[in-house]
């Protein structure tokens, strides 16, 4: 038998306003926390700039070696979104590469446990300023013995809950903004005890630990993926959508989701077998939150699999428009895949979030296509909305003498609890089961997977003969999470990509028409420790050993710039994080330098001075590139980016999103001088670019012949409108080309993977006598592997960025960092 176990706990938390940070020593035997350290600093809006900078202050201050920490801590929220994720992605961070377990603490209980520990008693009403003149409420009963808490998180109208509010004692930074709504709902306890503390956190995870919800000394247990923001709230665009799909209006219809198998289609033949072999749904199956105008069908199926216990279509409809219920839908394809319409309702689920529980009322999949993991699937899209929205758990009844379904939600880790007697209208029981809302050890929030470094058939410098590799000093591990993706890459210091790994949630954007900064935000959180550890066993098994670690590596590199602020934070915020833990040093990667860089996957020694062009969905500009690092951006749109025109366009068409592959493919069949559209600036004398003009000449153009009767011929308006970009592209490059003196011309960006405008560059190459690279089609959008190839050569040139490092939303190719 080995002593008892010991060491130091880690917790900090910046929901709010203040980083709070507590250090604690672990004894094992007593299942207590002792307080060696505890800071708290007002953030102002630096919690990324600031929080690891006072964490190492703090531990050197008092003496403790990193290596001495055996657990992490972190608050969960509720509070500010971007707030819970930078201190929960940097937990994450640390926590990964320490090994060491990493739980999630409710940022409201660390506020009700220092209110225990300042001798306030009785119940207290913690009101955490949520915005929007709302807050999240927390009640609780405090006595000697310590805290208990009524009730689970959610959000209310600050007004609504002053008014019903009523407690021995208020805290909680609400109170700074209501103050006065609240002013006879109770005395207010003093202001230093609103804000959450490092010694709350530590009575808050002391709690935790002898309640049994948090095993310091297991790393199972605290996998740091299974750690996930309270969120309270769904994203406005989810929200909105609710309501729009609760109203039966036919245009709900009208998606602009494409069937999941066209989108693939398109995507990179080089991932092909990566993503058939991930979570794909072979089946072509759509899914998507239920809309009123199915309401009919579920009643339908409802029929066919609940028999008398069917519910009617009234009663689906009144479902829909409540906040707390959560409702999802599959369908299956039918008839042409081009129309953005998914048409035969195949599966539903739905259920009730109440008091940090999902209830699943409803799932019932057609006969035809039980067993397709279907079910499974609907039940991960309820868990993940119902995560979100505060809850931890779920339940559900099953028919007794359905043995065949216990087994399904046993294989999910549900148990069954008991039962409920003649629960069913013909008097069968039910047996309720309840469990953990299901989360896989590497879920990456139901995302497809795509893998590249694992292909045994492709050479790289430092292959051996058995197929291994022996990867060279520096090994850096790169992490891209600037918009949609979620990517990892190793490298090593031969400049080989050990692995390369892309999480994209094009699925949870795509209804929307387009990328939702909040939704994308919050699936970074959910995928980043699945993503990087996936990214580190694939090198692993390149390299032909058991395992590679974060210590192991020689730097950590993340895109810093540009791209969406929240979404790179969290990226930022977790590189940081695993760099200080680990002691490796940070290097930050401006995302447009990566897409230049990813050239060199197709062409390793391709050399400047090079002209790129790229574009992309936030991008479109030419950059002369000197050599590597020194950059001039020759010229850039005015207004929108190619691949948004294409996608603004697609939108009107009616042709979903993403819309440049979706024109791209019906162009084809179309005529590319069938219609004049305008060629802005393409005789403005300089490398400037104008989109936004032909995007509205097109939707005039559209909308013109619609008025006049006129069929329109999709096709046409597609081939003639990639035709007018096209031309202006090219015509730039020429000159550019011609400027500069380029004889090296590449691409970057998602638009790089348009056939036409890949055709229409090799002409002109040829013409100039100027060598082309056009990058594979997954280097071309975003990924690490290319944020890998920049970071090499900071490395070499001994570039790195401090703790204090941000993500910007914008920066240009010729800043200097
Ligand atoms: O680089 P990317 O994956 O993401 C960023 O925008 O950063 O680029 C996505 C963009 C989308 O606007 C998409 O419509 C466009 O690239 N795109 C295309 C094609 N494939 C993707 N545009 C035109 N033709 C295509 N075949
Ligand atoms: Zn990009």
């Known amino acids: 038998m080995g002593g008892a176990l010991a060491g130091y706990i880690l917790a900090f938390d910046t929901s709010n306003e203040v980083i709070a940070i507590g250090i604690g020593q672990l004894d094992d035997a007593s299942k207590t926390i002792g307080l060696v350290a505890a800071r708290e600093v007002e953030a102002h809006r630096a919690s990324n700039t600031q929080l690891l900078l006072q964490i190492d202050a703090l531990l050197k201050q008092h003496s403790i070696a990193k290596d001495s920490l055996s657990c992490v801590v972190c608050g969960r929220g509720p509070g500010s979104f971007t707030g819970v994720r930078i201190c929960m992605a940097t937990a994450k961070g640390i926590a990964s590469a320490w090994e060491v377990p990493l739980y999630g603490i409710s940022t409201l209980d660390s506020i009700a446990w220092q209110a225990w520990e300042a001798g306030l008693r009785g119940s207290i009403a913690v009101v955490a300023d949520a915005m929007r003149k709302e807050v999240y409420p927390a009640n609780y009963v405090i006595d000697d013995n310590g805290i208990r808490r009524l009730g689970a998180d959610c959000v209310i109208k600050a007004e609504e809950l002053a008014t019903e509010a009523s407690a021995d004692w208020l805290a909680g930074d609400g109170l700074k903004k209501y103050g006065g709504l609240f002013a006879s709902a109770g005395p207010f306890a003093p202001e230093h005890l609103w804000t959450p503390s490092g010694r709350g956190l530590l009575l808050a995870a002391q709690a935790a630990w002898q309640d049994g919800s948090v095993e310091p000394f297991d790393v199972v247990a605290g996998n740091p993926s299974f750690v996930l923001p309270v969120y309270t709230r769904l994203s406005d665009a989810e929200e909105n959508e609710r309501i729009r799909l609760s109203k039966n209006d036919p245009k709900n219809l009208r998606t602009g989701v494409q069937p999941e198998k066209v989108r693939r289609d398109q995507r990179a033949t080089a991932r092909d077998t990566a993503i058939e072999n991930a979570q794909a749904d072979d089946e072509g199956i759509v899914y998507r939150p239920l809309d009123a105008a199915h309401a009919a069908d579920v009643a339908f199926l409802e029929g066919q699999v609940m028999g008398s216990d069917a519910w009617t279509e009234r009663q689906v409809l009144d479902e829909l428009p409540s906040k707390d219920r959560v409702w999802w839908a599959a369908y299956a394809p039918e008839g042409s895949p081009d129309v953005g319409r998914p048409s035969r309702l195949v599966a539903y689920a739905g259920g009730w979030v109440v008091d940090g529980h999902l209830q699943v009322l409803k799932i019932g999949v ?325 989109l936004s003009g032909l995007k509205t000449a097109v939707i005039t153009y559209i909308h013109n012949e619609e008025a006049a009767g006129r069929e329109v011929k999709k096709t046409d308006v597609a081939a003639s409108f990639q035709q007018a970009v096209i031309d202006v592209q090219v015509a730039k490059v020429e000159t550019a080309l011609k400027q500069t003196g380029a004889k090296e011309f590449c691409l970057g960006g998602g638009v790089a993977a348009n056939p036409a405008l890949r055709e229409a560059y090799e002409a002109l190459c040829e013409r100039l006598h100027v060598r082309l690279t056009l990058p594979p089609l997954y280097a071309c959008t975003d990924n690490a592997g290319m944020i890998a190839l920049v970071a090499l050569d900071r490395f070499h040139a001994q570039r790195f960025f401090g703790l204090d490092a941000d993500a910007h939303a914008h920066a240009n190719l010729d800043d200097e960092y």
């Open 366 to 690: 057609a006969s035809d296509l039980r067993r397709k993991g279907v079910a499974r699937r609907l039940l991960a899209l309820l868990a993940a909305d119902a995560r979100d929205l505060g809850a931890k758990e779920m339940s559900l009844e099953v028919r007794a003498g359905n043995r065949e379904a216990q087994s399904f939600y046993q294989a999910l880790g549900m148990e069954a609890l008991g039962q409920r007697p003649r629960y069913y209208s013909d008097g069968e029981d039910a047996v309720i089961m309840q469990g953990a809302l299901p989360l896989a050890a590497r879920d990456v929030a139901g995302m497809e997977l795509q893998v590249e470094g694992d292909d045994p058939d492709e050479i790289a410098p430092g292959d051996q003969a058995d197929g291994s590799h022996m990867p060279a000093t520096p090994l850096i591990l790169a992490i891209e999470t600037s918009c949609d993706e979620t990517a990892a890459a190793v490298i090593d210091g031969g400049g080989a990509l050990l692995s390369e790994v892309v999480a994209s949630q094009i699925d949870f954007h795509a209804r929307f028409g387009g990328v939702v900064p909040e939704i994308a935000s919050r699936k970074h959180v959910e995928a980043i420790c699945g993503v990087t550890e996936e990214g580190l066993a694939v090198a692993a098994r390149r390299c032909g050993v058991p395992r590679i670690r974060w210590r192991d590596l020689d730097a950590v590199a993340v895109t810093y710039a540009p791209g969406l602020v929240g979404a790179l934070v969290v990226g930022v915020a977790f590189a940081k994080g695993a760099a200080w833990a680990a002691g490796l040093p940070l290097i930050g990667v401006n995302h447009l330098e990566g897409h230049i860089y990813a050239n060199k996957i197709a062409t390793p020694d391709i050399t400047p001075p090079m002209v790129v062009s790229l574009v992309s969905g936030g991008h479109t500009m030419l950059v002369h590139v000197k050599e590597w690092g020194a950059y001039e951006t020759l010229g850039s749109t005015l207004d929108d980016a190619v691949g948004e025109a294409f996608d603004k366009v697609a939108k009107v068409m009616g042709l979903g999103y993403p819309g440049g592959p979706a024109i791209s493919k019906i162009a084809v069949q179309g005529d590319p001088r069938a219609i004049d559209f305008p060629r802005a600036m393409l005789h403005s004398g300089d490398l400037r670019f104008s």
